[in-house]
């Protein structure tokens, strides 16, 4: 009697935790943003992602594809026996077809050897997203040591992906050289190296350098010598060998036109690494 007493019990719990587990149905959005005038069904814009046969009834949808903005679907989600269900939202938006408004001179003038950030010449606003100023990049090469006229084009898009974009002039004119050496003097860290400490480098107004190697296990210091043509900086130490070939025996920085260095040559050890950028630790 007890025997069975205790096992209509354990049948009564497990029944009871049965009942009462949560459902939880896998559904997802098949898109989140809709077209200006798009038409569409409400009912596929939400997918039973594992194909069990759930049921979707909207309960409200205050969609509007004439208006671009953000909206909301309110879904009924039942089992396929349709004796359980949740209600769940999801937030649809309606695209616009309107570019960011782009704000930039036709032409920028530069001293030799000026470092050059866009946001110091260049806006952007968009109706919906705002200020898109932290948005802009531009594409082209420049070298700010040498004298001439170079074109950039500057773009900025917004969250649906419509983009503006304008060329621009930008002038280096003659400067002073001993200038270039003070602008590029100062301590740089290696931004791209992730794992374990960082490569340095420190420029001396002297032409001298110190350039820190990560071995993968250690740092080692390396010092010598540097000179500068045009936006290239190039290392030479008497104490340390880059290359077993003596006209590779010295590693190069591009100077970049905001005013960071990326390393411009491929080393045995682990890093710098070709194309790591270096960044002025007090810029």
Do not use: W
């Amino acid at each position: 009697m007890k025997k069975l007493s205790f096992i209509s019990l354990i049948l009564l719990l497990i029944l009871s935790g049965c009942k009462g587990k949560e459902f939880t149905p896998f559904v997802t959005q098949t898109k989140e943003i809709l077209d200006l005038n798009e038409s569409y069904r409400a009912e596929n814009l939400i997918d039973d992602v594992e194909d069990v046969g759930l049921q979707f009834e909207v309960l409200n949808n205050t969609v509007d594809t004439s208006k671009p903005g953000d909206y909301s679907i309110t879904y009924k989600i039942s089992s396929p026996d349709g004796k359980k269900s949740v209600e769940k939202t999801f937030v649809f938006r309606v695209k616009d077809h309107d570019a960011p408004v782009l704000t930039i001179p036709d032409e920028i003038k530069l001293k030799q050897g000026q470092s050059f950030s866009i946001s110091n010449y260049a806006t952007a606003t968009d109706s919906r997203d705002g200020d898109l100023t932290d948005k802009i990049t531009y594409s082209g090469a420049v070298n700010a040591y040498k004298e001439g006229t170079y074109q950039i084009t500057v773009s900025v898009s917004d969250s649906f992906g419509n983009t503006s974009s304008k060329t621009v002039n930008i002038i280096i004119e003659s400067g002073d050289s001993a200038s270039f050496q003070k602008q590029i003097a100062g301590n740089y860290t290696d931004i791209t190296y992730t794992s374990g400490q960082a490569p340095t480098l420190t420029l001396n107004e002297n032409s001298t350098f110190t350039l820190y190697l990560n071995g993968c296990s250690i740092l080692s210091a390396v010092e010598g010598d540097y000179v500068m043509f045009e936006d290239r900086i190039y290392l030479r130490s008497p104490q340390y060998s880059f290359s077993d070939k003596p006209e590779e025996d010295l590693v190069s920085f591009a100077v970049q036109l905001d005013g960071t260095l990326q390393f411009m040559t491929e080393l045995d050890i682990c890093a710098p690494n070709y194309g790591d950028i270096f960044k002025k630790q007090d810029n």
